[in-house]
């Protein structure tokens, strides 16, 4: 059997989207490199995918559909054939369908794949179905309100603009764990002069990259950029011909909001000296070259969206947008690229079904009414770990009559609780369309290697449960070759020029896109500081939601796994340390705790057990935690997510784990 | 292993290196006295000698005559008081008189020994290799030394009697890259079934004829892990080649036991794997983890095609405790040595070692070693430095007669010490998810250099192709 070389992409929830080299032979992925001739990635991986054929093969991976055969949660199952489970299922829905209606089914997803095919696979299915319907909002659709609100449709800079910066910011990220490419070039930059600074709550293994590290309270740093913009503002630092022609709202601004926030206010808000915020100021205005990357983490916050527009408001003073490297990268938005209505199938639904936040599934599975949710289906997510209030969602799961399906690659926490579990494809199993959120490279992954085990791409399934439900559409008949041929048929002004041919191929291209500039894509042609249609027309700061408990909790990245994937594989949990609580030496002096202690995290929504790790990179009153790890590997049985809560962004309804106030208790020792 | 007909059964046969004999020992005829057979008894009038013949026994007479002929002069097989002796205890007296290596182990006289079986056990106290197997499982084993049988790539443990929700059947270890660890079997695993049929109420034996028999049959085993049932479909272990490393220009052998086939695969194995290689192949491992032996043969005629030199007589690897070489060599030196490869000397030749590479292993890598072809990484080996006999007795039972000690071309004995590695790397742990060893070795071909020594972290912590300034950032925060 001869070994092959496949092109493929990493599928992971991650802005690089990488170029990966599969090197497969009989079936069995053999090694993992990164594809020197991405235009993106450039041959570069992150620790997680050096080995991503460990996830593949991994012993854990689930082979065969399972049926509940103990309690919920207990995690007993026997195996089942496919077509005893599509026959459960089909029987279970029409029975819950007749007594409750459609919308007491809720399916549950996200970006458990990031393929285009696979992680829309089920809309078309749900809808046709009438099912409720989920909204998707747990990662950062605050920045999206955001940028929107100020920007409108502008495109985002080049990822390679930052190679041109003079002044780089990298405000709310951890790049060394979740944007590794636009780190790399950050440093490129650096060495050819630019200076970096980090903007951020803790001293994270990103600070290395910086030539100066700022530590904010959670939550302010819309109190921040709105007192660097009182300085610029005050000491002529703005650029008034730039702001005269293409920014609105600026007199607005000046007049009716900057006067609040002068660098004391923002110090008292921030914690940060005043002297620093107005050396950062004038530091800022003295170059054209600047660029804000802004990271997710600071947009999960009560104010997250009002934070990340404030920051977007200062390249527009500065006129950083006419410099090559200036101006504020949020992500890249591709979605126009295809036509995703053809996946998604909105035609399909009969009539508007309800709409349920993701966020929000512990208060949904919680109800117990007419409209409560029946059947829960999930698929490439693991609500039982990421979702925010873990012990809501618990309860929900544990509900006798809630018939769950979970289709997974892994007995993840939510498979626990499931009554049937559908093993599932990884991403070298099925054939997919890659688009990315941080560079404009698109690319088409074709199976390299035949599923492993019985397991299904989340299409076969649906493709499956279709036909178990009678639907009879040619649709969910189509393969996965067949509807990426006919998305790439469907012309987009974005796809056009590219080469067809490597893309046919399974190479990486690029979108033309054009580089953000005047006249900017909003409805005035400007960039609207006053944003007259929106109902917070103007910038100021808006706490966050907050607490009365005494510490900052900060769920964080680690660069070893990414939310709750590649929990999977040993070496990276081993990596990662356990799970561990990083705390200021002073506060746990204060608490009496040592190095290596179990403490127990608490606030009114649960209690946590951590390993305490004591570390000088956390400012006080704060507490991390890096990673987010299943209940069956944490200390007590409870993740990170049993102290978040269901509070939602002010703009975009999105998640606000990182608006999280807890309290510290010492464990008492055990006697063993 | 205190006893191995009870506990990790499946290797037992992985720790021989053996020389099959034929039938019983009595090659040459013995006085001629006259001895008379009645009702299943042996006698002779000028000796207290009684044999007995058990009932139901297929034997001719010509070979109970042989036999108790041959007793005669061997004051050990008699007893002092006269008592009966059973014809296969006798056997088993016979022949371990004549071949046995530790003599001083030999009981004076076989009063109190009821039986082959009985007399073995006894002599197992002292000398672990020493072993008796009754012929249902016997048959096996032979079987498996000639390459007819497989093994799987993992151990169980099973107490005695049958398998029950009491007693099961339950995975005590998975060898890194053989078939179930790439299928994804686990330690802890409880085997539940085997192709559809469930296990329950099965003796060992019976569950051994379930297993896969042929290299690399696929087989079904349906188990339980934590409470889930899985079905994971995995097979017999095949010996395999790889291509490794970052230009993948290493080749990787792995050869799982020895059997008198092990050589010809492997030829077939380096062959396919220089034609993958485009023509030629500069870097090698060989990878004798987990090998606990087997045939003699198979060590021989792969270390002669890795050695690229003809064996001087002598100085070969299988040179015995009395100086002679060891009657398999010579059937070795003049059959099997057929091919040579041009060794790629020991910068570029890696021969991976573990606590359970034994015997026909230990051969093949301290001959690799001495002759400078290759070096030895891994852990210190098993320490088996002699060579087992075999022997069918008159009722099909077999014994396994410790009879040389084999001496490597140093001349230094490894017995029960075990060989220790050029490269020691004991501290690294093997799991079914990061083969740090392997990955040593291919550091080692690569760069030269040796990432691991004793005391060092374990490689997990290795993120080699990593951005260099990201890993050395993420190592000094972490």
Known sequence: MTRKIVPSVCPYDCPESCGLLLEVEKDRVLSVTGDPQHPHSRGRLCAKMLHYERTVHSPERLRTPLLRTGAKGEGRFRPIGWDEAALRIAVRWKGIMAEHGAESILPYSYAGTMGLIQRNAGHAFFHRLGASRLLRTICTPAKEAAWSAIMGNTAAPHPDAVLKSDLIILWGINAAATSIQYL?????????????????????????????????????????????????????????????????????????????????????????????????????????????????????????????????????LTGAWLHEGGGCFFGTSTGAAFAMAELTREDFMQKPTRII??????????????????????????????APDQNAVIEGLLREDLFCVVHERFMTDTARYADIVLPATSSPEHSDLYRAYGSYCIQRGRAAIAPVGQSRSNRQVFSLLAGAMGFEDAFFRQSDDELIDHLLSIPSPLREGIDTAALGEGKAVELRVAPPGVPFATPSGKIE???????????????????????????????????????????????????????????AAGKGCCEGQRVQVFNELGEVDFMLRISEKIPRGMLVSEGLWWMTQSLSGRGINALTSQRLTDEGQGSTFCDCRVDVRVMKQVEQ | ????????????????????????????????????????????????????????????????????????????????????????????????DRFYLFRELVPTQLDGFSSARDYVDGLRLRDPFALYLPS???????????????????????????????????????????????????????????????LAGLSLEEVRALFPALEGQASLFSIEREGLFLDIATGAEENIGLLMGVTSDIGYLRVRQFTTLTGQRVFQDYDALVQQAGGSLDKLILDLRGNGGGSLAGSLVLSDFLIDQDLPAGTNPILTSDGSIHSNAVDYLGEFSTRNLAAPGPSNFVVLLNGNSA??????????????????????????????????????????????????????????????PDILLETAPVSPQFDAQLQAAINFLETGTMPLTKGTPAPQKSLEPLDPWLEKQLREYY
């Open chain 1, 184 to 316: 790399h070039r950050v440093k490129e930059a650096r060495r050819r002069g630019a200076r970096v600074w980090l903007i951020d709550t803790y001293a994270h293994a990103t600070a290395a990259a910086a030539d100066e590290v700022f530590l904010v309270r959670p939550g302010s740093d819309g109190a921040l950029a709105l007192g660097m913009m009182h300085v610029l503002v005050r000491d002529a630092l703005v650029d008034r011909e730039f702001i005269e022609e293409h920014v609105q709202g600026f007199d607005e601004l000046r007049d009716q909001v900057l006067d609040d926030y002068p660098p004391a206010r923002a110090s008292e808000l921030t914690g940060l000296p005043i002297e620093t915020i107005e050396r950062m100021a004038r530091a800022y205005g003295s170059v054209k070259g600047s660029m804000i990357r802004v990271g997710g983490g600071i947009t999960r916050q009560g104010n997250g969206a009002m934070t990340v527009r404030s920051i977007a408001a200062l390249p527009a």
């Open chain 1, 357 to 386: 936040n993701m966020n929000q599934l512990g208060d949904a599975l919680g109800k117990d009414d007419d409209c409560s949710v029946r059947s829960l289906y999930v698929y490439h997510s693991n609500p039982a770990a990421v």
């Open chain 1, 529 to 587: 500081i006053l944003n007259p249609v929106h109902r917070e027309p103007l910038l100021r700061y808006i706490p966050p939601h907050g607490g009365a408990l005494p510490f900052s909790l900060m769920t964080a990245p680690s660069p070893w796994s990414l939310n709750a994937s590649f929990y999977e594989r040993p070496e990276l949990r081993e990596l990662q340390g356990g799970m561990s609580l990083l705390m200021n030496p002073e506060d």
């Open chain 2, 1 to 96: 292993m205190s006893d191995p007909l009870k506990k990790e059964l499946f290797w037992f046969a992985l720790l021989l290196v053996l020389l099959v004999l034929s039938g019983c020992s009595s090659s040459d005829s013995g006085p001629e006295v006259a001895v008379f057979i009645e009702g299943g008894r042996v006698t002779s009038p000028g000796s207290s000698l009684v044999v007995t013949v058990p009932e139901g026994l297929s034997v001719s007479e010509e070979e109970v005559l042989s036999l108790y002929r041959a007793a005669l002069e061997v004051p050990g097989c008699s007893t002092a008081d006269g008592t009966a002796v059973d014809l296969i205890l006798l056997d088993t007296c016979l022949l371990f």
């Open chain 2, 136 to 198: 249902e499982t016997f048959g096996g084993s032979l079987s498996f030394l000639a390459g007819e049988r497989a093994t799987v790539g993992f151990q169980f443990s099973l107490d005695e009697g049958s398998v029950s929700d009491l007693n099961p059947l339950i995975i005590s270890n998975i060898l890194p890259l053989s078939r179930a660890w790439f299928d994804g079997l686990q330690v802890g695993d409880r085997i539940l079934g085997l192709d559809g049929t469930p």
């Open chain 2, 359 to 420: 015997s026909a292993s230990e051969v093949a890598a301290a001959a690799l070693r001495d002759y400078e072809v290759a070096t030895l990484m891994g852990a210190t080996s098993f320490g088996k430095g002699i060579s087992q006999n075999v022997f069918t007795l008159v009722d099909g039972a077999g014994v396994f007669i410790p009879s040389h000690h084999l001496l490597p071309p140093s001349g230094i004995s490894y017995h029960q010490s075990g060989i220790v």
